[in-house]
Each structure stands twice: as C-alpha cells, then as structure tokens.
C-alpha cells in the first residue's frame, strides 16, 4: 500500500456524496448522508477536493474513461491493437476501425467520465465561498486545484468531442449549448482561464506528490496553447518552465537517467513527473489501482504481471518505429516496409530468429517481445502470453505493468482476476515538455534550440538499454540530430520522437489531430496493418473531416432538450 508522501485517493468519486446521472450528463444532486451545508468546513472541503482528483481515474468501477487514454490516444493513435480477442470487450472494436457510433457506450463512459470530473472540481468551488475555517492563502490553493481540474478535464473533452459545452460552478441549468448561432462555441479562452489562474496562485511545492503546483499548470497551460497552435505564447512559457520548472516536492524538472525509471512504482514522482493520476494497492478498494489500465495485461501461461486481459497490445507499425539506420537515428519514412521479427508464425521448419537490426532501447521499455526480458519476469516467451495471437498480434505492454518483486506488496490479482497496482498513470512528464518545447522553437525560435531539446531525449534513451543479465538484450543503437536544416526536417524529426517517447502513453492521436495530419498518417497504417490484421483492420477507413473527433454520445443529446430542442448539436459526420 503506497502511503508516503501520496495524494490518498481512498475517497473515491461517487463513494462521498454522489451519485449516478440522472435527467441529464450533469444533473446529479448529493445522494448521501452528507449535504453542501455539512460541508462547508475545511475537512469537508479538502474531502471534497481529494474527491476531484480521484476523477482523474474516470468512474469507480468503469472503464475508458481516465486521462489515460489508451483506447483514445493510442489505439486509434497506431500505438496498438484492442488486442485479446475480437469477441471481448466489443465495443472497441468500431473504434479500432473508425465506425464508431454516437449510441457506443464506451464513448458514452468517457463524456460521463470528463463531466463528473467536472462536476467534482465545481463543487468544490462552489462551496468554498462559504468555508469559514480556513485561512486566505489556503482558499486560494484551494481554489486553484479545483480550477485546474476544471481546466484538465475540459481539455481531455476538447481533445476528444471539440465541440463541447463549458461549465462553471455558477451554472445551475445544465441544459447548455454548444453551439452559438450556426457555429459552434469555443472553449478554449475558458481552458486557458483556469489553467492560468493555477498557474498564477498554486504554490511551487505541494505537501503530496499528487497536488499540482504551480509548474505542473504552467505546463498544461503551454500545451494548451500548442493544441492552438499559440506558439509565441507556448515559447515563452517553456522557456520559463524548461529553467525554473520543479515538481511538487521542490526537486528541478529533469530527464531520469534511465527511461524505465518512469515506468517502475519504486521511482515514480520523481523529478521527471509533470502531473499523475496517484493509485495504491491494498488500501481496501479494487479500484484505486490503475483501474483504467485493469484490462491491459499479458494473457495466458506461466507466471506473469496480471490475471488478465491481453488487451492493448503493440502493434507491428510502432514496434518497426523503434528501428534505426547505420547512425543510430530513427527512419521516419521507411521504417515500415519491413517488420522486427516475432514468433507469430514460427513453426519447427523455420524457428524464430531474433531482430539483427539496430534499435532503440525505448521499444524495450515499451514493448513485450520474444527472447527479450520483461522486467524481472524472465525473457519475454512471445505467443504464450498472447490470448490470440492472429487478431491481437504477438508483443505485449509494458509501461503499465509491475515488477515481479512487487508483488503481494504494491501489485497482485484482485477481484475476478484482473490485477490491481499501485503504479501511477503519468498523464504528463518532463519528456513530453521538451518534445512541445522543440515544437515551439521550429515554428517561431530557433532551430538549433529544438535540436538541443531533442537531442536531451535522445541521449537519455541511448543511455537506457534494456540488459540481459550484463549486456544488451538486444543490438541498441542511438545516436543525436545535427541540428535540423529546415523548419520541415526539424517537424519530422519531432514527430517522430514523440512516437517514440511517448509510445503506448496515450498521445499519439491527438498529437496527428493536433498536426492536421491524421488522415496522412493513419489510413496508410490502417492499409497496412489491414494485410497483417485483417480481421480487426481490414478495409478500416479514417475520413477526414469527420474521425478527427468523436461523436457526442445519442444519451446526451437526447437529455440536452430544452423547450422541446436539443440544446447540444452532434459533431460533423455523425
């Protein structure tokens, strides 16, 4: 049970004061013993606080709808497949494929998901007005950790739905547009307003390693403004942030030495850690541990992390990413044409032959793979692990998954089977800042700055090979950028590191909406991965225009009338 220096989430939303939708996505009064006026005091203000944050998780007890956006971000993002097998957990599946309906109940989880969070954050600042028992400077941190919810959970529903109503704790008839005339309304100034208001009171040290401080809004303030392509604005502040940024704790923002040391319960909230979602094991609650990531465990024989579910599993197209040319730099255009080997189809006449290419440590950390340690498990065994290998493909996750030696202390199998871990969720991290920083620069700084930003995070990742026992588990080759001779050259440098660092982290779709190059970029994967997967792929078509968003789910639409109209209008396409 992780208890040190955490942001305890045992209070789970929907466990204090709260309860399910009812007239509409937002219409939930308090169901519980405790009402507004019982807590208007300082315990029942920080309970209500912790309460918000807990919503970074999604729902208790339901899935798709936390900030980490695997489904979201990386499947539909080219990161990976739905994995397991085609008649679990279906409604994925159109998802994968790009048919996915306004009636998808699991889209459905993440509006109710994104709105509770909100709904959360606005009732604490709805109440603190009348909390007497509090100091000035401790309502004003109050205050700016609920704004900066707010603010997140806004941004999570911009990125996915672009047309969304904004609401504040002023609001008492949720019934409100998202359209104004015959355009849609654009919450963007409201998303900048909160996270700037954080940015300007939060304080730069937090007692729990889960609280934003002051840095970590300044941050999501700067890729609020690259999602608006403000990238004078953005420039400015990573500049700022890049020389004084530092976590809650006090320490420096800084690369870790070693990439896997993002990935491990033992090194996380550690000086690369922007914001993440705080979970425990053995508080009590099955729910607290990564419950957004439950499904998305090696499958099958022998001891492995989890009891289930085989879901999320690397697809072939990021595993070629990770290959690397003669000087140790990433293929942006050709990294596709072959694959890495597996043992996919490994038979006794031809018997699996490892990967004699370059490539960079990072798809190790990444990726499960055949003859390859996964943690302390031993070496990866390929198929074993794999519930169907034909439709899922053969490689595992790993970012999500535990140690062996954390078992039965901060990981294990719970409930029906699904396995529960203490390991956070990093929605953001120091990498991620410097790859957005390097962005900025090639649009309105310097080019060789952005080769410098770059090239931070290169090093690092040639500098984190996976071992196997003393040497190299596989044939690791990084090297650095000279500087980038164009504006174009610096962009596909970039891209491509995002991919690479950020892979299977839940950003890779949003990054390719962002750029105005999904279409690009995704049809060409779906065309491929099709003849490698052609049961779940095969035909999958993106349609530009449409598929950059999701639809708004049919249940809120139908609870948005209003004087016999629907208040809330469906996306383009839809």
Not at 52 to 66: I, K, M, P, R, S
Not at 269 to 292: L, M, W
Not at 299 to 310: E, F, I, L, M, R
Not at 501 to 530: C, K, Q, S
Request: aromatic share 12%; glycine share 10%; with cysteine.
């Amino acid at each position: 049970m992780k208890t040190n220096n955490k942001l305890f989430i045992t209070i789970l939303a929907g466990s204090m004061i709260f309860g399910a939708c009812k007239e509409s996505f937002l219409e939930i009064p308090p169901q519980g013993v405790y009402d507004e006026a019982s807590l208007s005091n300082k315990k029942g203000l920080n309970g209500m606080l912790i309460n918000a944050y807990a919503t970074l998780d999604g729902q208790e007890g339901t899935w798709y709808a936390g900030a980490s956006n695997w489904v979201w971000g990386s499947v539909a993002g080219g990161d990976a497949y739905k994995g397991s097998e085609e008649s679990d957990q279906v409604d994925v599946n159109p998802v994968v494929r790009f048919v996915h309906q306004p009636s998808n109940p699991i889209i459905l989880n993440k509006w109710n998901g994104t709105y509770d969070g909100i709904r959360q954050a606005n009732l604490v600042l709805r109440i603190l007005p009348n909390v007497t028992d509090i100091t000035a400077g401790e309502a004003t941190q109050i205050g700016a950790e609920a704004r900066f919810l707010r603010g997140h959970h806004h941004f999570e529903g911009k990125k996915m739905w672009k047309n969304i109503p904004y609401v504040d704790e002023t609001v008492t008839d949720f019934k409100i547009p998202n359209t104004s005339g015959a355009d849609y309304v654009n919450i963007w100034p409201q998303i900048e307003a909160d996270l700037k208001y954080a940015y300007d009171n939060l304080d730069e040290t937090k007692p729990n390693a889960g609280r934003i401080n002051k840095w970590g809004a300044a941050a999501y303030l700067a890729k609020a403004y690259m999602f608006q392509k403000k990238f004078t604005e953005a420039k400015a502040l990573y500049d700022l942030i890049i020389a004084n940024g530092k976590t809650t704790k006090g320490d420096k923002y800084g690369l870790m030495d070693n990439y896997g040391g993002n990935f491990r319960v033992t090194s996380e909230n550690n000086k690369e850690t922007i914001f993440a979602i705080q979970s425990s094991y053995g508080d009590g609650s099955n729910t607290n541990g990564n419950y957004d990531n439950a499904l998305n465990f090696p499958h099958n024989s022998g001891p492995k992390p989890g009891g289930c579910c085989g879901f999320f599993q690397p697809s072939q197209s990021f595993v070629n990413s990770f290959k690397t040319d003669a000087g140790g730099l990433p293929t942006p255009t050709t990294f596709n044409a072959t694959n890495v080997t597996s043992d996919e189809l490994v038979t006794s006449a031809a018997p699996f032959v490892p990967y004699a290419g370059t490539l960079d440590p990072r798809l190790d950390w990444s990726v499960g793979r055949r003859s390859v340690p996964y943690y302390d498990w031993g070496v990866h065994p390929g198929r074993d692990w794999i519930r169907d290998v034909i439709f899922g493909g053969p490689y595992s996750p790993k970012k999500n998954t535990y140690y062996r030696a954390d078992q039965g202390t901060t990981a294990g199998v719970v409930g029906w089977g699904w396995a529960n871990t203490a390991l956070n969720y990093t929605i953001m991290r120091f990498a991620d800042v410097l790859l957005m920083a390097a962005e900025a620069e090639i649009e309105v700084g310097s080019l060789a700055t952005a080769t410098n930003y770059v090239n931070m995070v290169r090093t690092r990742a040639k500098n984190s090979p996976v071992l196997n026992g003393a040497v190299d588990a596989a044939n690791y080759l990084v090297n650095t950028y000279p500087v980038f001779g164009s504006q174009a050259a610096g962009r596909t440098a970039v891209r491509f590191e995002r991919k690479l660092e950020l892979g299977m982290e839940g950003h890779r779709f949003f990054d390719l909406v962002r750029w105005e190059i999904a279409d690009t970029e995704i049809n060409p994967y779906l065309t491929i991965e099709g003849t490698r997967r052609p049961g779940p792929l095969a035909g999958a078509t993106f349609v530009k225009g449409k598929h950059e968003y999701f639809p708004i789910p049919d249940f809120v639409i139908s609870q948005s009338f209003k004087d016999g109209a629907a208040t809330i209008k469906q996306n383009p396409g839809y």
